[in-house]
Protein backbone atom coordinates (compact mmCIF):
# COMPACT_ATOMS: atom_id res chain seq x y z
CA UNK A 1 0.00 0.00 0.00
CA UNK A 2 2.64 2.37 0.61
CA UNK A 3 3.57 1.75 -3.08
CA UNK A 4 0.69 2.64 -3.97
CA UNK A 5 1.81 6.36 -3.50
CA UNK A 6 2.47 9.24 -5.96
CA UNK A 7 4.99 10.30 -7.90
CA UNK A 8 6.34 13.75 -8.13
CA UNK A 9 3.84 15.47 -9.83
CA UNK A 10 5.36 17.95 -11.76
CA UNK A 11 2.73 20.55 -12.90
CA UNK A 12 4.50 23.41 -15.16
CA UNK A 13 2.54 26.59 -15.63
CA UNK A 14 1.33 27.47 -19.14
CA UNK A 15 1.29 30.71 -20.28
CA UNK A 16 -2.07 31.68 -21.99
CA UNK A 17 -2.01 33.43 -24.95
CA UNK A 18 -4.05 36.68 -24.43
CA UNK A 19 -5.13 38.77 -27.51
CA UNK A 20 -2.53 41.43 -29.55
CA UNK A 21 -2.60 44.21 -26.87
CA UNK A 22 -4.51 42.90 -24.49
CA UNK A 23 -1.32 42.06 -21.83
CA UNK A 24 0.80 44.40 -19.74
CA UNK A 25 3.67 44.89 -18.06
CA UNK A 26 2.30 44.33 -14.51
CA UNK A 27 0.15 40.99 -15.65
CA UNK A 28 3.02 39.50 -16.65
CA UNK A 29 5.06 40.64 -13.64
CA UNK A 30 2.45 39.23 -11.53
CA UNK A 31 1.88 36.14 -13.43
CA UNK A 32 5.75 35.47 -12.93
CA UNK A 33 5.40 36.03 -9.17
CA UNK A 34 3.01 33.78 -8.66
CA UNK A 35 4.85 30.99 -10.81
CA UNK A 36 8.06 31.77 -8.61
CA UNK A 37 6.25 31.47 -5.52
CA UNK A 38 4.71 27.57 -6.55
CA UNK A 39 8.38 26.48 -7.67
CA UNK A 40 9.58 27.85 -4.23
CA UNK A 41 6.53 25.74 -2.59
CA UNK A 42 7.21 22.85 -4.46
CA UNK A 43 10.74 22.93 -3.78
CA UNK A 44 10.58 23.20 -0.01
CA UNK A 45 8.09 20.15 -0.16
CA UNK A 46 10.37 18.30 -2.03
CA UNK A 47 12.82 19.18 0.44
CA UNK A 48 10.99 18.44 3.33
CA UNK A 49 9.59 15.09 2.32
CA UNK A 50 13.68 14.34 1.62
CA UNK A 51 14.99 15.52 5.19
CA UNK A 52 11.56 13.16 6.90
CA UNK A 53 11.87 10.19 4.61
CA UNK A 54 7.82 10.75 3.61
CA UNK A 55 7.06 10.43 0.12
CA UNK A 56 3.27 10.77 -1.16
CA UNK A 57 1.48 8.47 -3.67
CA UNK A 58 -2.00 8.92 -6.24
CA UNK A 59 -3.68 5.15 -7.05
CA UNK A 60 -6.02 5.62 -10.07
CA UNK A 61 -8.14 3.40 -9.22
CA UNK A 62 -9.77 2.68 -12.89
CA UNK A 63 -6.21 2.77 -14.48
CA UNK A 64 -4.45 0.68 -11.98
CA UNK A 65 -1.64 3.00 -12.59
CA UNK A 66 0.30 4.95 -9.60
CA UNK A 67 2.25 8.15 -9.68
CA UNK A 68 4.96 8.57 -6.82
CA UNK A 69 6.72 11.69 -5.63
CA UNK A 70 10.40 11.65 -6.09
CA UNK A 71 10.93 11.08 -2.14
CA UNK A 72 8.54 7.82 -2.73
CA UNK A 73 10.55 6.59 -5.97
CA UNK A 74 14.14 7.17 -3.30
CA UNK A 75 12.50 5.38 -0.46
CA UNK A 76 11.77 2.35 -2.80
CA UNK A 77 15.27 2.77 -4.30
CA UNK A 78 14.48 3.72 -7.51
CA UNK A 79 15.21 7.03 -9.47
CA UNK A 80 12.67 9.01 -9.51
CA UNK A 81 11.05 9.61 -13.01
CA UNK A 82 8.20 11.17 -14.90
CA UNK A 83 4.74 9.74 -15.44
CA UNK A 84 2.77 6.57 -13.09
CA UNK A 85 4.47 3.23 -12.36
CA UNK A 86 2.23 0.01 -12.86
CA UNK A 87 0.49 -1.55 -9.79
CA UNK A 88 2.31 -4.94 -10.73
CA UNK A 89 5.76 -3.25 -10.34
CA UNK A 90 4.82 -2.00 -6.89
CA UNK A 91 3.32 -5.35 -6.05
CA UNK A 92 6.41 -7.06 -6.50
CA UNK A 93 8.60 -4.63 -4.24
CA UNK A 94 6.55 -5.63 -1.32
CA UNK A 95 8.21 -8.15 0.93
CA UNK A 96 6.87 -11.49 -0.21
CA UNK A 97 5.28 -12.25 3.42
CA UNK A 98 3.51 -8.93 4.08
CA UNK A 99 2.22 -8.49 0.18
CA UNK A 100 -1.29 -10.06 0.63
CA UNK A 101 -2.00 -8.37 4.22
CA UNK A 102 -0.78 -5.11 2.59
CA UNK A 103 -3.36 -5.05 -0.37
CA UNK A 104 -5.88 -6.89 1.25
CA UNK A 105 -5.71 -4.03 3.31
CA UNK A 106 -6.15 -2.10 -0.32
CA UNK A 107 -9.15 -3.70 -0.96
CA UNK A 108 -11.17 -3.58 2.03
CA UNK A 109 -10.06 0.35 1.63
CA UNK A 110 -11.76 0.44 -1.45
CA UNK A 111 -14.81 -1.34 -0.22
CA UNK A 112 -14.96 1.59 2.60
CA UNK A 113 -14.55 -0.90 5.53
CA UNK A 114 -11.30 0.25 6.43
CA UNK A 115 -9.19 3.51 6.10
CA UNK A 116 -5.87 2.60 4.64
CA UNK A 117 -2.99 1.91 6.98
CA UNK A 118 -0.42 -0.05 6.63
CA UNK A 119 3.04 -0.88 8.06
CA UNK A 120 5.35 -3.50 6.11
CA UNK A 121 8.71 -4.21 4.35
CA UNK A 122 9.30 -3.47 0.92
CA UNK A 123 12.59 -4.69 -1.06
CA UNK A 124 14.64 -2.83 -2.95
CA UNK A 125 16.19 -3.51 -6.31
CA UNK A 126 19.34 -3.85 -4.34
CA UNK A 127 18.04 -6.54 -1.88
CA UNK A 128 18.15 -3.76 0.87
CA UNK A 129 14.91 -4.74 2.90
CA UNK A 130 13.37 -1.25 4.73
CA UNK A 131 10.13 -1.13 6.89
CA UNK A 132 8.02 1.45 5.67
CA UNK A 133 4.45 3.23 6.92
CA UNK A 134 1.64 3.91 4.67
CA UNK A 135 -1.24 5.50 5.27
CA UNK A 136 -4.10 7.27 2.78
CA UNK A 137 -7.97 8.35 2.03
CA UNK A 138 -10.05 7.53 -0.13
CA UNK A 139 -11.61 9.94 -3.02
CA UNK A 140 -15.10 9.18 -4.16
CA UNK A 141 -17.08 11.06 -7.13
CA UNK A 142 -20.71 12.43 -6.74
CA UNK A 143 -22.42 9.31 -7.43
CA UNK A 144 -19.86 7.45 -4.70
CA UNK A 145 -17.86 5.42 -6.47
CA UNK A 146 -14.21 5.62 -5.52
CA UNK A 147 -12.13 6.09 -8.09
CA UNK A 148 -8.66 7.44 -6.58
CA UNK A 149 -6.80 6.95 -3.83
CA UNK A 150 -3.93 9.64 -2.24
CA UNK A 151 -2.02 8.94 0.37
CA UNK A 152 1.69 9.22 2.46
CA UNK A 153 4.23 6.24 2.58
CA UNK A 154 7.27 7.42 5.09
CA UNK A 155 10.51 5.23 5.59
CA UNK A 156 10.84 4.12 9.21
CA UNK A 157 13.52 1.69 8.93
CA UNK A 158 15.62 3.27 11.23
CA UNK A 159 13.15 3.96 13.70
CA UNK A 160 12.13 0.53 13.83
CA UNK A 161 15.41 -1.15 14.23
CA UNK A 162 16.22 1.42 17.31
CA UNK A 163 12.51 0.30 18.65
CA UNK A 164 13.51 -3.45 18.20
CA UNK A 165 17.06 -2.56 19.65
CA UNK A 166 15.58 -1.36 22.41
CA UNK A 167 13.22 -4.51 23.05
CA UNK A 168 15.79 -6.86 23.01
CA UNK A 169 18.39 -4.42 25.60
CA UNK A 170 14.88 -4.53 27.98
CA UNK A 171 14.29 -8.42 27.36
CA UNK A 172 17.99 -8.93 28.51
CA UNK A 173 17.85 -6.62 31.28
CA UNK A 174 14.98 -7.98 32.50
CA UNK A 175 16.53 -11.60 32.21
CA UNK A 176 19.46 -10.50 33.91
CA UNK A 177 17.39 -9.51 37.05
CA UNK A 178 14.89 -12.20 37.23
CA UNK A 179 18.47 -14.90 37.26
CA UNK A 180 19.91 -12.80 40.08
CA UNK A 181 16.47 -11.89 41.44
CA UNK A 182 17.14 -8.17 41.27
CA UNK A 183 14.75 -5.47 40.56
CA UNK A 184 15.68 -1.58 39.74
CA UNK A 185 13.55 1.53 40.44
CA UNK A 186 14.07 4.98 40.20
CA UNK A 187 12.11 8.15 41.64
CA UNK A 188 11.88 11.98 40.23
CA UNK A 189 9.45 14.62 39.48
CA UNK A 190 7.47 12.32 36.78
CA UNK A 191 6.84 9.46 38.98
CA UNK A 192 7.78 6.56 40.64
CA UNK A 193 8.88 3.56 38.35
CA UNK A 194 9.74 -0.11 39.02
CA UNK A 195 10.67 -3.07 36.90
CA UNK A 196 8.51 -6.26 36.81
CA UNK A 197 11.23 -7.84 38.80
CA UNK A 198 10.78 -5.46 41.48
CA UNK A 199 7.15 -6.56 41.77
CA UNK A 200 7.97 -9.83 41.82
CA UNK A 201 10.08 -9.62 44.76
CA UNK A 202 7.31 -7.60 46.80
CA UNK A 203 4.93 -9.91 45.56
CA UNK A 204 2.78 -7.19 44.48
CA UNK A 205 0.70 -6.64 40.59
CA UNK A 206 2.19 -4.17 38.03
CA UNK A 207 -0.96 -3.63 37.30
CA UNK A 208 -1.45 -1.51 40.66
CA UNK A 209 1.58 0.93 39.84
CA UNK A 210 4.40 0.87 42.12
CA UNK A 211 2.93 1.53 45.54
CA UNK A 212 3.43 5.20 47.93
CA UNK A 213 5.88 5.33 50.82
CA UNK A 214 2.90 4.62 53.25
CA UNK A 215 2.06 1.67 51.17
CA UNK A 216 5.62 0.43 51.18
CA UNK A 217 6.45 0.53 54.50
CA UNK A 218 3.55 -1.47 54.89
CA UNK A 219 5.73 -3.97 53.02
CA UNK A 220 8.59 -3.63 55.66
CA UNK A 221 8.93 -6.35 58.77
CA UNK A 222 7.32 -4.32 61.56
CA UNK A 223 10.88 -4.81 63.76
CA UNK A 224 12.80 -2.81 60.55
CA UNK A 225 9.85 -0.61 59.53
CA UNK A 226 11.68 2.32 62.05
CA UNK A 227 15.12 1.79 60.33
CA UNK A 228 13.64 2.31 56.89
CA UNK A 229 11.13 5.29 57.33
CA UNK A 230 13.89 7.18 59.20
CA UNK A 231 16.14 6.43 56.10
CA UNK A 232 13.49 7.82 53.78
CA UNK A 233 13.06 10.94 55.58
CA UNK A 234 16.40 11.72 54.89
CA UNK A 235 16.45 10.43 51.30
CA UNK A 236 13.91 13.19 51.10
CA UNK A 237 15.22 16.22 53.14
CA UNK A 238 18.93 15.67 52.70
CA UNK A 239 18.80 13.59 49.00
CA UNK A 240 20.93 11.20 50.57
CA UNK A 241 21.72 7.62 49.00
CA UNK A 242 22.17 4.55 51.42
CA UNK A 243 23.03 0.67 50.95
CA UNK A 244 20.94 -1.44 54.08
CA UNK A 245 19.38 -4.56 54.27
CA UNK A 246 15.69 -5.20 55.54
CA UNK A 247 13.05 -7.50 56.03
CA UNK A 248 9.79 -6.84 54.16
CA UNK A 249 6.63 -9.35 54.07
CA UNK A 250 4.36 -9.78 51.45
CA UNK A 251 0.97 -9.61 50.86
CA UNK A 252 1.12 -13.68 51.09
CA UNK A 253 2.22 -13.15 54.66
CA UNK A 254 5.93 -14.60 53.11
CA UNK A 255 8.82 -13.03 54.65
CA UNK A 256 12.01 -11.88 52.49
CA UNK A 257 14.95 -10.52 53.22
CA UNK A 258 16.04 -7.79 50.61
CA UNK A 259 19.25 -5.88 49.90
CA UNK A 260 18.51 -2.16 48.57
CA UNK A 261 21.14 -0.01 47.27
CA UNK A 262 19.90 3.87 46.33
CA UNK A 263 21.87 6.94 44.61
CA UNK A 264 20.62 10.25 44.44
CA UNK A 265 20.88 11.71 40.51
CA UNK A 266 22.14 15.47 40.02
CA UNK A 267 22.29 16.91 36.55
CA UNK A 268 24.12 20.47 37.00
CA UNK A 269 23.94 20.98 40.34
CA UNK A 270 20.30 20.28 40.50
CA UNK A 271 18.78 17.50 42.03
CA UNK A 272 16.21 15.26 40.04
CA UNK A 273 15.38 11.96 42.07
CA UNK A 274 17.15 8.58 42.94
CA UNK A 275 17.68 5.72 41.12
CA UNK A 276 18.27 2.34 43.13
CA UNK A 277 18.23 -1.31 42.94
CA UNK A 278 16.51 -4.30 45.02
CA UNK A 279 18.15 -7.33 45.59
CA UNK A 280 16.12 -10.46 47.08
CA UNK A 281 19.06 -12.09 49.30
CA UNK A 282 16.70 -14.16 51.18
CA UNK A 283 18.56 -17.36 50.44
CA UNK A 284 22.07 -16.03 50.72
CA UNK A 285 20.70 -14.85 54.57
CA UNK A 286 19.46 -17.66 55.39
CA UNK A 287 22.40 -19.46 54.81
CA UNK A 288 24.41 -17.59 56.82
CA UNK A 289 22.41 -17.67 59.50
CA UNK A 290 22.77 -21.12 59.38
CA UNK A 291 26.30 -21.01 59.11
CA UNK A 292 26.28 -18.78 62.31
CA UNK A 293 24.25 -20.82 64.31
CA UNK A 294 26.48 -24.24 63.32
CA UNK A 295 29.33 -22.08 65.03
CA UNK A 296 28.00 -21.21 67.58
CA UNK A 297 27.64 -24.74 68.41
CA UNK A 298 30.49 -25.97 67.65
CA UNK A 299 32.11 -23.32 69.76
CA UNK A 300 29.59 -24.43 72.56
CA UNK A 301 30.61 -28.33 72.13
CA UNK A 302 34.21 -27.66 72.06
CA UNK A 303 33.74 -25.47 75.47
CA UNK A 304 32.11 -28.24 77.21
CA UNK A 305 34.37 -30.70 75.99
CA UNK A 306 37.40 -28.54 76.64
CA UNK A 307 38.47 -29.32 72.91
CA UNK A 308 40.35 -26.16 70.64
CA UNK A 309 40.93 -25.74 67.13
CA UNK A 310 43.58 -24.61 64.77
CA UNK A 311 44.76 -24.54 61.48
CA UNK A 312 47.69 -24.93 59.45
CA UNK A 313 48.45 -23.57 55.84
CA UNK A 314 51.62 -25.91 54.96
CA UNK A 315 52.52 -23.52 51.60
CA UNK A 316 53.07 -20.44 53.99
CA UNK A 317 54.36 -22.60 57.27
CA UNK A 318 52.26 -20.86 59.35
CA UNK A 319 49.52 -21.53 61.99
CA UNK A 320 46.11 -19.73 62.27
CA UNK A 321 42.55 -19.61 63.13
CA UNK A 322 43.12 -20.98 66.68
CA UNK A 323 39.68 -21.14 68.13
CA UNK A 324 39.25 -19.47 71.58
CA UNK A 325 39.41 -23.21 73.74
CA UNK A 326 42.58 -23.23 72.51
CA UNK A 327 43.84 -20.76 74.89
CA UNK A 328 42.53 -22.77 77.93
CA UNK A 329 43.85 -26.11 76.94
CA UNK A 330 47.57 -24.05 76.39
CA UNK A 331 47.30 -22.12 79.40
CA UNK A 332 50.35 -23.18 81.17
CA UNK A 333 52.08 -20.61 77.94
CA UNK A 334 51.51 -17.18 78.07
CA UNK A 335 49.82 -16.31 74.89
CA UNK A 336 51.74 -13.65 73.30
CA UNK A 337 54.79 -16.32 73.38
CA UNK A 338 52.80 -18.61 72.22
CA UNK A 339 51.60 -16.89 68.95
CA UNK A 340 54.32 -14.09 68.22
CA UNK A 341 54.43 -13.96 64.34
CA UNK A 342 58.63 -15.03 64.79
CA UNK A 343 57.30 -18.60 66.11
CA UNK A 344 55.15 -19.21 63.58
CA UNK A 345 56.23 -17.49 60.52
CA UNK A 346 59.07 -20.63 60.11
CA UNK A 347 58.78 -22.52 56.94
CA UNK A 348 57.62 -26.30 57.82
CA UNK A 349 59.33 -29.45 57.18
CA UNK A 350 59.56 -32.64 58.21
CA UNK A 351 61.54 -32.31 61.18
CA UNK A 352 59.93 -29.28 62.75
CA UNK A 353 57.99 -30.05 65.90
CA UNK A 354 55.54 -28.59 66.71
CA UNK A 355 55.50 -27.58 70.54
Not at 64 to 77: A, K, L, N, P
Not at 177 to 196: C, E, I, K, P, V
Not at 281 to 299: F, K, N, S
Request: proline content about 5%.
Amino acid sequence: MSGLGGNNERRHSRHRQTPHGSGSPDNDAAHQRIVTGVARKQTRLEEAERVAHVGYWVWDLDSDRVTWSDETYRIYGLIPQKGPIDLVTIREMVHPEDRESVFQIAEEAILGRVRPDAEHRIVRPSGDVRTVHSHGDLKRDASGRPYQMFGTVQDITDRRRTEEALVRTQFYLGEGQRLAHMGSWAFNDSGHYWTDELYKIYGLDPQNGAPTVEQYLALVHPQDRASMAETIKLMQEEHCGFDQMERIVRPDGQLRYVRSVAVPVVEQGVFKGFVGTTMDVTEQELLTQELRREQAYLAEAQSLTHIGSWACNLLQGKYFIYRTNFFACTASIPAPARFHSNTFTRPLTRKTSLR
